[in-house]
T-cell receptor, first 112, second 117 residues
Framework: SQQGEEDPQALSIQEGENATMNCSYK?????LQWYRQNSGRGLVHLIL?????REKHSGRLRVTLDTSKKSSSLLITASRAADTASYFC????????????FGQGTTLQVKP | GAGVSQSPSNKVTEKGKDVELRCDPI?????LYWYRQSLGQGLEFLIY????????KSGLPSDRFSAERTGGSVSTLTIQRTQQEDSAVYLC???????????????FGPGTRLTVT
C-alpha cells in the first residue's frame, strides 16, 4: 500500500507563478524525499529532508516537514515551462533507511 | 560516471511467457531497489537488496516474481508466466547506504516498459 498521498493530483499554472504540492503520510519516518519524473520514465532526486528538520531549500525549491501533522510541502518558486513534470514524495521509515514508499504524485503543468 | 542502466528498454511478451529484466547499478552503490509503475500511478516497491543482507521481498506481488543480485552488482528481475496485469514500467534504483541509519537519495534507471499481450 502507498504511504504518501499527494495533493493536488494535478496542478496547472502560468510561468512565473509559484507551485505548491503537499504530501501526507501515515507512519513514523526517518526521512522524506521529493522526486521528479519526466515522460513517465526515470525519476530524479530533488531534495531530502530528515525527520529532525523542518525546512530545507535548494535553488528554487523549498521543502517543509511537519512530523506532528505527518505532512510535507514542496514549493517551486518562479516556475518555468521546464518544470512541467510529475512530482512524487517518498518516505523512509525509522529503522529502515533504505526502502522508500512513494506517493501517487502530483502532475504539474507550467504554461509558457 | 555512468548512471543506472536497465535493459531492455521495452519488452513485449505474450501472456504466459517468462521475462527477465536487467539492472546495472552505479558502481559502488550497495543498495539496489526494484519498483513497478503502472500507467499514471505512483511507484510500487517490489524488492530491496542491501549488501550481503537478505533482501526485503515484502513488495513482490506474487510468487511469479523473483529477483537476484549477483556479486553485489547486477540484478535481474524475473516474472514467470506473465499476466496482462503485469504490464507496467519496471524501475530500478541504486543508492549508497551507510551504517548508522543515514538516508541517501536513490538514483533511478530509465526503466523497462513491459507489455503483456
Amino acid at each position: 500500500s502507498q504511504q504518501g498521498e499527494e495533493d493536488p493530483q494535478a496542478l496547472s499554472i502560468q510561468e512565473g507563478e509559484n507551485a505548491t504540492m503537499n504530501c501526507s503520510y501515515k507512519t513514523s519516518i526517518n526521512n522524506l524525499q521529493w522526486y521528479r519524473q519526466n515522460s513517465g520514465r526515470g525519476l530524479v532526486h530533488l531534495i531530502l529532508i530528515r525527520s529532525n528538520e523542518r525546512e530545507k531549500h535548494s535553488g528554487r525549491l523549498r521543502v517543509t516537514l511537519d512530523t506532528s501533522k505527518k505532512s510535507s510541502s514542496l514549493l517551486i518558486t518562479a516556475s518555468r515551462a521546464a518544470d512541467t513534470a510529475s512530482y512524487f514524495c517518498a518516505t523512509g521509515r525509522s529503522g529502515n533507511t533504505g526502502k522508500l514508499i512513494f506517493g501517487q504524485g502530483t502532475t504539474l503543468q507550467v504554461k509558457p | 560516471g555512468a548512471g543506472v542502466s536497465q535493459s531492455p528498454s521495452n519488452k513485449v511478451t505474450e501472456k504466459g511467457k517468462d521475462v527477465e529484466l536487467r539492472c546495472d547499478p552505479i558502481s559502488g552503490h550497495t543498495a539496489l531497489y526494484w519498483y513497478r509503475q503502472s500507467l499514471g500511478q505512483g511507484l510500487e516497491f517490489l524488492i530491496y537488496f542491501q549488501g550481503n543482507s537478505a533482501p526485503d521481498k515484502s513488495g513482490l506481488p506474487s510468487d511469479r516474481f523473483s529477483a537476484e543480485r549477483t556479486g553485489g552488482s547486477v540484478s535481474t528481475l524475473t516474472i514467470q508466466r506473465t499476466q496482462q496485469e503485469d504490464s507496467a514500467v519496471y524501475l530500478c534504483a541504486s543508492s549508497l547506504v551507510h551504517g548508522g541509519g543515514t538516508p541517501y537519495e536513490q538514483y533511478f534507471g530509465p526503466g523497462t516498459r513491459l507489455t503483456v499481450t
